[in-house]
């Protein structure tokens, strides 16, 4: 069963931890004691957490679908809901948090790493690997 609905799991797993980490605090820990400077890491993690959000989000609709949904559909709606959920987020961080801000540059971050997940996978399951789609 978990075979089954490994994509479903994943997908879910990933929205509460990208949830936790957008809406929760952790200022009183000792994260941020690190040496290492790295220009704009906050927008590559944002990147990075929405590349792999569309990414799971089209396996989700793979998997829910039995492949039956055509992959431009899946792709839709994948980039459609990781960008209205980064939205979201966004708002919620910037009315419902004290000490979290919402940024424009988050959305744009998040933005472009939707299009860079779903690009991957049209990629991958381009023309060429065209029967991988398909359960």
Known sequence: MLKRNRYTLLFISWVLFITLLSLFSFSGMELDKGKIEIPFADKITHFVFYLIFSILACLFFRERSKGKIHMGRAIGYSALIAIVYGIFIEILQ???????MAEFGDILANTIGTIAGVGLIWWYFSKERQLKWKI
């Open 94 to 100: 910037h009315t419902v948090t004290v000490d979290r």
